[in-house]
T-cell receptor
């Protein structure tokens, strides 16, 4: 069966520090991968998605970047964190070729920038 | 712009009652999905209904879709305290993109 992992679960970082959040998927090949951010009590904002290795689509220009160095690995990064980067970050995957179909979410990373 | 908008934003009911949540969207769609999120956790897929379907059931869940009104409803029957969570609708926007567009959610509280 397929599983999705995210780490760390929580992270407290000072303003101006770098960020690296990792997401890995097991049990499937060539998944579509997604990074979302969720502000407290709000819906999900799509940040990036990827349909293959090295293929990244950015939805919202901002202080973050994403990379997909391996088929089942998706990384969210920042060189210098801002206070506004605080939030709950969720990684998700969907089956190859099924873009608008069911997405499966990881447990999320709660990021607090101080 | 926001595609799915859930209504109400918050709902509090007694255990055993039915809970109904609504979702409105703006563009044409191929499908609409409902997800559940427990506090501080990831989202869990509940049900997917396609644009050519009008109603779908899964256990205590009943979803309806009215494409002429661009709206959907999620009914949870015989609610339980464990149903307490936020519920989100998501649409695919009707194009061939790989994206889902989520609403801001309904927070459901089921009182024991």
């Amino acid at each position: 069966s397929q599983t999705i992992h995210q780490w760390p679960a929580t992270l407290v970082q000072p303003v101006g520090s770098p960020l690296s959040l990792e997401c890995t998927v097991e049990g499937t090949s060539n998944p579509n991968l997604y990074w979302y951010r969720q502000a407290a009590g709000r819906g999900l904002q799509l940040l990036f998605y990827s349909v293959g290795i090295g293929q990244i689509s950015s939805e919202v220009p901002q202080n973050l970047s994403a990379s997909r160095p391996q088929d089942r690995q998706f990384i969210l990064s920042s060189k210098k964190l801002l206070l506004s980067d605080s939030g709950f970050y969720l990684c998700a995957w969907s089956a190859e070729g099924q873009g608008g179909e069911t997405q499966y979410f990881g447990p999320g990373t709660r990021l607090l920038v101080l | 712009s926001q595609q799915g908008e859930e209504d109400p934003q918050a709902l509090s009911i007694q255990e055993g009652e039915n809970a109904t949540m609504n979702c409105s969207y703006k563009t044409s769609i191929n499908n609409l999905q409902w997800y559940r999120q427990n506090s501080g956790r990831g989202l869990v897929h509940l049900i997917l209904i396609r644009s050519n379907e009008r109603e779908k059931h899964s256990g205590r869940l009943r979803v309806t879709l009215d494409t002429s009104k661009k709206s959907s409803s999620l009914l949870i029957t015989a609610s339980r305290a464990a149903d307490t969570a936020s519920y989100f609708c998501a649409t695919d926007g009707g194009d061939s993109s790989y994206k889902l567009i989520f609403g801001s959610g309904t927070r459901l509280l089921v009182r024991p």
